[in-house]
């Protein structure tokens, strides 16, 4: 331990997490505050992670920030003062990978170009790349083979966006997640500078430019008919009006984003945050030579630098990171002394109950034990349901098994594509598809809209080790909105499972027997001090389940069969007084 590196931060806070945007319910933050200030949520929620719409973003719903400045559409410092008064903490996100072109940071490198303070800020794809690859015709540096072989791509083609810069120039900078490219309509005015294009014939060339824009097709691929002699001045026009929004990467290695970062966490901290989430950090570290994705031992200089800022502010932080059971990487950021996220619990429960089997999920919750892994878990998420994470993996030519085998996680993706689900794929530098990384579904909706499953899955996760996190639409047992995946476009798979419930809706669910079910059950966990104790897994049959915390007097038991998903809770508290749930 001489090193600092696996020193553990302080145990995570426990409770249950309510798990939404600010808008999720009625229109604004308030609207949620409203409903945790009622009866019915009296005692079930102590931590609340808001998502990053909470601040000033403009894509990716949140993930892409403008600042982190409170976004006065939807949240109030009134609102954040109710929440103090309801004993609620905060997790947050820190995006560390990228900020929006729109960010102060970025524009100020649009406006003064080579003279901007931010000139290195961001990661200039060019400069990168210079001496590890070939110009191309299209202005930006092509790596050399070996390094584009191991690049870890998000989406197809390069991870790169072009921007204007004051002299006119377009330059191309690190974009590893998303962008959005359009272009306004052009008139016939606009060309009316062009030399040698006769006053009549602007019209015309509108009209082709426009219908190439309609149908969405790349600037240089553009069908100019009988205008393609006049290409480079069109084309001058049409970039003029270009719109672009992006997700830009950060440079590390300058001390204005280290600045930025302490800046950020004092800020959340004035919020209320108690817990931060590392979004993207395993991106951050960037070498030519080197994969873009978790890096050593680069990757863990940054995060034990973040560490140290954060415990300034007494803040624990912890990375997300998605990667496959066998690769190993939870293990290795626990051993650092950070929490993680269990990605394999949703897949795991899905597989237990569709099986009717407790192998394989007993086998993960030993395995927390084992190593005292701090974990958050959680069922549904504002993100796909991860199945990646289950596989087996290739580390330096040893094969190491998964928690599911490939057939079993293959039956996982195809139930739940049949059940409406929808799919996330990975990509390789060739921009052919590489992996599945996540189905899209709300988890009642993949588990088949059944209430008895969401039910149980709903006490498995609030008898699991770690913080359970609850997504706000599981607890309405929301269904798949495929109009909103639809409205989306290529990346509207995430939407499915991010329907913003009215008022009205909110209402009328209280009123189910489902949802009432999933507060009781919330609240237990919430409020019993049995869950502070130790975990013991008593044997069963395979399709039976059996855990028991005991803290002291205080205890709580759940007996389930996964074959007809009836269960029964016992617990008792620190008085002796006993309580029996049945369901």
Request: hydrophobic fraction near 35%.
């Amino acid at each position: 331990m001489s090193d600092g590196h696996s020193a553990k931060q302080r145990p995570l806070p426990r409770g249950v997490m309510l798990n939404a945007y600010p808008d999720s319910i009625g229109g604004k933050l308030a609207d949620t505050i409203k409903l945790l200030q009622r009866a019915e949520l009296k005692d079930t929620f102590s931590q609340f992670y808001i998502l990053p719409t909470f601040f000033n973003s403009d894509l990716d719903r949140g993930f892409s920030i403008i600042d982190y400045d409170l976004n006065d559409e939807l949240v109030s410092e009134e609102d954040l003062e109710a929440l103090n008064r309801l004993n609620i903490s905060f997790k947050f996100d820190l995006i560390l990978n990228h900020l929006s072109v729109a960010s102060p940071q970025f524009k100020d490198l649009l406006k003064h170009g080579d003279k901007s303070e931010f000139r290195h800020f961001f990661i200039d794809w060019n400069a990168f790349w210079h001496s590890h690859g070939e110009m191309g015709d299209e202005g930006y540096v092509v790596p050399k083979q070996e390094h584009l072989d191991k690049l870890f791509m998000r989406k197809p083609g390069l991870p790169i966006l072009k921007v204007g810069f004051p002299d006119g120039s377009q330059r191309p900078y690190w974009n590893t997640f998303y962008q959005q490219v359009s272009y306004k309509p052009v008139s016939a005015a606009d060309f009316t500078g062009i030399q040698g294009l006769a006053q009549e014939h602007t019209a015309s060339v509108a009209a082709i430019v426009n219908k190439n824009i309609d149908v969405e097709r790349e600037v240089e691929d553009m069908d100019l008919d009988g205008y393609a002699h006049y290409k480079s001045e069109i084309l001058t026009v049409v970039e003029g009006k270009r719109r672009y929004l992006g997700q830009m990467d950060l440079n590390v290695k300058s001390e204005l984003v280290w600045q930025f970062y302490e800046e950020t966490l004092k800020k959340l901290k004035a919020y209320g945050a108690k817990i931060i989430r590392l979004d993207a950090f395993a991106y951050l570290h960037k070498e030519p030579g080197e994969s873009n994705f978790f890096n050593r031992p680069g990757t863990w200089k940054y995060l034990e630098r973040l560490k140290q800022i954060a415990k300034r502010y007494d803040l624990t932080i912890f990375p997300e990171i998605h990667s496959e059971y066998g690769a190993g990487l939870h293990h290795e950021v626990a051993e650092k002394g950070y929490p993680i996220y269990d990605f394999f619990f949703p897949g795991l429960v899905i597989d237990a109950l569709e099986q009717a089997s407790n192998r394989h999920l007993l086998n993960w919750i030993k395995e927390i034990q084992e190593k005292q892994l701090q974990t958050i878990n959680m069922l549904g998420c504002h993100d796909g349901i991860p199945l990646l994470d289950l596989r087996g993996s290739q580390v330096k030519g040893v094969s190491r098994e998964g928690l599911l085998d490939e057939v079993r996680i293959q039956a996982l993706i195809d139930r739940i594509i049949e059940r409406g689900g929808r799919v996330k794929n990975l990509y390789g530098s060739d921009g052919k598809k590489i992996a599945y990384y996540q189905v899209n579904a709300t988890f009642f909706s993949a588990l088949g809209e059944d209430e008895s499953k969401l039910r149980l899955a709903r006490a498995i996760q609030l008898f699991m080790p770690g913080i359970p996190q609850v997504w706000y639409l599981d607890l309405f047992a929301g269904k798949n909105d495929y109009q909103a995946a639809d409205r989306g476009g290529p990346g509207g798979h995430k939407e499915i499972n991010r329907s913003n419930l009215s008022l009205d809706a909110v209402e009328a669910g209280l009123k189910r027997t489902i949802v009432k079910d999933q507060l009781e059950l919330i609240r237990l966990r919430n409020c019993s001090n049995a869950f502070s104790g130790q975990l013991a897994i008593e044997p069963t049959d395979s399709h039976l389940l059996q855990l028991t915390w005991r803290n002291g007097k205080a205890y709580a038991r759940l007996e389930a069969d996964l074959r007809s998903c009836r269960f029964s809770i016992e617990h008792r508290d620190d008085s002796g007084v006993v309580n029996q749930l049945t369901y």
